[in-house]
C-alpha cells in the first residue's frame, strides 16, 4: 500500500521561500505520475504541478517560473520548491500519486500560509 507523507509547510512572508517534500513508503520508480495540488479554503482542490517517471513537468500557469517540481527515485521523494511566494498561494498543498493497483493515493496535507 503506497502513503504519502508531506512535510515543510509553515508561515512565510510574501517574496519568501519553502520546500515541501512528499516521502512515499514504497519505491517510485514505477509510479509514473505524481504531482503536487492544493485547496485553498472556500475553493476546490488544484493542480499545482506533475511530473512523470521519465521527468516531465507540467505546472499551473500560476506557478509557473516561481515553483519547481522534481523526483528523486533513489529517495522515494518528490519536491515541490516554492520561490517568490503570494498571498495567493496559502493553501494546503496535497501530494499525489497515480499508480496501477490504488488508483489516486494522497498525502494528508501540509499548510502553506503566506503573509502579506
Do not use: H
Not at 520548491?81 to 488508483?103: F, H, I, W
Amino acid at each position: 500500500q503506497v502513503q504519502l507523507v508531506e512535510s515543510g509547510g509553515g508561515l512565510v512572508q510574501a517574496g519568501g521561500s519553502l520546500r515541501l517534500p512528499c516521502a512515499a513508503s514504497v519505491s517510485i520508480v514505477s509510479i509514473n505520475g505524481m504531482g503536487w495540488y492544493r485547496q485553498a479554503p472556500g475553493k476546490q482542490r488544484e493542480l499545482v504541478a506533475t511530473i512523470t517517471s521519465g521527468g516531465i513537468t507540467n505546472y499551473a500557469t500560476s506557478v509557473k517560473g516561481r515553483f519547481t517540481i522534481s523526483r528523486d527515485n533513489a529517495k522515494n521523494t518528490v519536491v515541490l520548491q516554492m520561490n517568490s511566494l503570494k498571498p495567493e498561494d496559502t493553501a494546503v498543498y496535497y501530494c499525489n500519486a497515480v499508480t496501477v493497483r490504488e488508483g489516486w493515493v494522497w498525502g494528508q496535507g501540509t499548510l502553506v500560509t503566506v503573509s502579506s
